[in-house]
């Protein structure tokens, strides 16, 4: 096993890219189905896609997710409801992991060979983001959008990458963290201070660590042989949901940014994953597979009596856009 496939295993399996799951076309307005996502070389061209605008306004009430639209990952947006679906990206190749821009008017996302791009929602316009830095794994603006916080993966090492901020405009660069193993998931704090991440060795050593957004200050948050994945910090700050396999099956959990009060919120026998903050905080939108496919679901941030917002083929990746 190389270290970018087994970066790509240890990464994506609960970010919903699951064994088992068929592919098929498009069927119904709204449709994906699932395939690995496996980073080749950059040189493989990624066709751009073809401009799309949305005809439903964006607002702080819509939700960026991805389809496998005609077995290609698309970004598309709805509504918190489920409603107004649109697909945003339109092209022969995988476009995955949307997060919004702070100003709300462009979506960054990544490409099956592990590169990062911007849309803008306005002109459909894609532009390339990070181009020198070889195999990028995620990537999201600072609170006031003048620095990318973004995963690099190595090439001269196996399994291994490192958090980095880069200027957005500018060359300025800085390496967060320099750690063996993998750096990943990386999520501001509302305010900008803080940083959320996953470091990890090995098939079940991932665990929750939360450092300043200099780089410094690092703590560790758990300390288990489980698979701890995909935090995601709440608008007040004080909460941290994230996916943990800790009871042999994945679920969702919350935990004070302390390391303190751990709650499991879902418990389901399938998979739950990718917890998505509501802009006020008062719910949370997640994948699942309870349904008998990976769909989109929403609950309260207590837990209990979720929602399935999708239905039909796969929907995943959820990123809601802020106030």
């Given at each position: 096993m190389t270290g970018r496939t087994f970066v790509v295993n240890a990464i994506l399996v609960v970010s919903s890219v699951l064994a088992g799951c068929q592919a098929q076309r498009q069927t119904t307005p709204i449709t994906s189905t699932t395939a690995p996502l496996t980073p080749v070389t950059p040189s493989t061209p990624v066709t751009p896609s073809t401009p799309v605008t949305p005809s439903t306004p964006v607002t702080s009430s819509t939700v960026a997710f991805s389809h496998l639209t005609d077995?290609?990952?698309?970004?598309?947006?709805m509504r918190p409801d489920g409603s107004g679906a649109e697909q945003i990206t339109i092209s022969p190749s995988d476009k995955r992991y949307p997060v919004w821009s702070q100003d709300g008017d462009k979506i960054l996302f990544r490409t099956n060979n592990s590169e990062a791009f911007a849309i803008d929602l306005a002109k459909g316009n894609e532009e390339r983001l990070l181009k020198t830095f070889g195999l990028i794994g995620s990537v999201a603006e600072s609170l006031d959008g003048s620095e990318l916080l973004f995963v690099r993966f190595r090439t001269d090492l196996m399994d291994d990458s490192d958090i980095w901020l880069k200027s957005s405009e500018g060359q300025e660069r800085?390496?967060?963290?320099?750690?063996?193993?993998?750096?990943?998931?990386?999520?501001?704090?509302?305010?900008?201070?803080?940083?959320?991440?996953?470091?990890?060795h090995?098939?079940?050593?991932?665990?929750?660590?939360?450092?300043?957004?200099?780089?410094e200050n690092k703590r560790r948050l758990t300390n288990d042989k489980a698979l701890e994945l995909l935090p995601a910090i709440s608008p007040d700050g004080n909460t941290i949901a994230y996916v943990s396999d800790s009871t042999g099956n994945y679920e969702i959990y919350l935990m004070e940014v302390d390391g303190d009060k751990v709650i499991r919120l879902t418990r389901h026998d399938g998979i739950d994953t990718r917890p998505c903050w509501s802009p006020d905080g008062a719910r949370i939108m997640f994948v699942s597979d309870r349904s008998g496919k990976l769909q989109l679901w929403i609950m309260g941030k207590e837990g209990g009596n979720p929602e399935m917002l999708t239905s039909g083929p796969p929907s995943i990746d959820p990123a809601w856009r802020k106030d």
């Open positions: 077995d290609y990952w698309q970004i598309w947006t800085r390496m967060l963290t320099d750690d063996k193993g993998l750096q990943y998931d990386p999520v501001w704090s509302p305010d900008g201070k803080k940083i959320a991440y996953i470091s990890g090995g098939y079940q050593m991932h665990d929750l660590h939360i450092m300043e957004a200099n780089g």
